[in-house]
Every structure is written in C-alpha cells, then in structure tokens.
C-alpha cells in the first residue's frame, strides 16, 4: 500500500545513546516532516523538508537532527537522547503546492529511560 | 500566533448519539482546516478539510463548516458508532514556503461510544 512507512515501531534508549528514526514515501511528495506528541499537547513540529536537498526547524528542534536523503526519505537523529525526548514521533509528507495535508506514518513509540 | 483550541475530553457517548466536537481557531489570513483521526497504536488519518470560508467538508457520516466569523470548525456527526471510538484532531495549515505547510494542531478530544 502507498504510504509513509516509519521504523521502528518502538525503541528503548539510555540516557546518552543515539538513535536515527527512519521514515520514507512513495507518493512522490516533495515536502516530508517530523512531529512528536506528547499527552495533552497535540502535535509540534521538529523539522521539516519543503524538497529534496533542504531542511528547516520547526517549533521544538534542540536535541535532534535530520538528513533528506533523497526524495523519498527523511530520517530524524537523537544525538544523546534525554529522557524529555520520551514521545511518539510521527513523519509525515505532503505533496507541495497543494492544501491537501499530510499523509502520516504509524509512528515511533521513543523511551528514554 | 496561531492556535487551535478544541474541548477537552475525554467525551463519552452512547451509539446512535448526536455528537459535535468543538473546534476554534486564531490565525493570520485564512488558513486551510482539517480534522483528524487517530485509532489506537496508529497514526493519524485525514477525516475532512475545508479550504475556504463557508465550505462543508464531509466524509464518513462527520461534517464540518469553516465559520469564519465565529473562527470555528466544529465537527459534528448525527448517529455515532461505537467504531468511531478515537482521538479527534482539529487542525489548521500555514504556508511554510517553497511548497510546505505547518499543520497547527489541537490538544485532541478522545471519544469513547458505548455500545
């Protein structure tokens, strides 16, 4: 099935361990995102990818990174986790130029303990 | 900036019942509006969108209209089911540049329909 497909499912990091989410579309989208919810607060914005061979910030980037490795993938790194970044990470993509939203993967259950 | 504010939860309802999930919104220009929905353990799924003032969106039995004067968009649907169980997100759109969009999210309202 067409999609956005996010490995893996769940993850348990140490204090200080590292880790690189991985995320990939195959709906030709130009612009992929990563988001974290958290309980009670919705969704927010890490980073983003408007296209192939750019990245910005979003509202919550300190303590990760990301790579557009192509146009298809978009991979989300926790350097030295903390466990403030216990969460579920979701990536998403959209096609750009359009108001269609985003098509979400199934996310990525993190505990940092 | 811009906000979206939906009812707290959690919202029970027993099958059949009329629901409405209210959703208000603070932004700058005119934003495209979405809800969401998230089943347990999955991610989330587009519900409906309305891209302009006064447009209806609709899809499964839920309806929304995009009140611009009142800033709101709230969901509703007239006989719940108890498959419709989830977490509601209500969410707007801001343009990012070169082709993005920020989607600015709710807290989520869960709902839980009692057979």
């Known amino acids: 099935n067409a999609g956005v497909t996010q490995t893996p499912k769940f993850q348990v990091l140490k204090t200080g361990q590292s880790m690189t989410l991985q995320c990939a579309q195959d709906?030709?989208?130009?612009?992929m995102y990563w988001y974290r919810q958290d309980p009670g607060m919705g969704l927010r914005l890490i980073y983003y990818?408007?296209?192939?061979?750019?990245?910005d910030k979003g509202e919550v980037p300190n303590g990760y990174n990301v790579s557009r490795l192509n146009k298809r993938e978009f991979s989300l790194r926790l350097e030295s986790a903390a466990p403030s970044q216990t969460s579920v990470y979701f990536c998403?993509?959209?096609?750009?130029?359009?108001?269609?939203?985003?098509?979400f993967g199934s996310g990525t259950r993190l505990t940092v303990v | 900036g811009d906000s979206v504010t939906q009812m707290e939860g959690p919202v029970t309802l027993s099958e059949e019942a009329f629901l409405t999930i209210n959703c208000t919104y603070t932004?700058?220009?005119?934003?495209?509006l979405f809800w969401y929905v998230q089943y347990p353990g999955e991610g989330l799924q587009l519900l409906l969108k309305?891209?302009?003032?006064?447009d209806k969106g609709s899809n499964k039995g839920f309806e929304a209209t995009y009140r611009k004067e009142t800033t709101s968009f709230h969901l509703e649907k007239g006989s719940v089911q108890v498959s419709d169980s989830a977490v509601y997100f209500c969410?707007?759109?801001?343009?990012?540049?070169?082709?993005?969009?920020?989607?600015?999210f709710g807290q989520g309202t869960r709902l839980t329909i009692n057979p």
């Open positions: 709906m030709n989208h130009n612009s």
């Open positions: 969410a707007l759109s801001l343009n990012l540049g070169q082709g993005a969009q920020k989607l600015v």
């Open positions: 932004a700058t220009g005119y934003p495209s």
């Open positions: 309305a891209t302009k003032a006064d």
């Open positions: 990818s408007a296209s192939e061979g750019t990245t």
């Open positions: 998403a993509s959209s096609a750009s130029g359009t108001l269609q939203g985003y098509t």
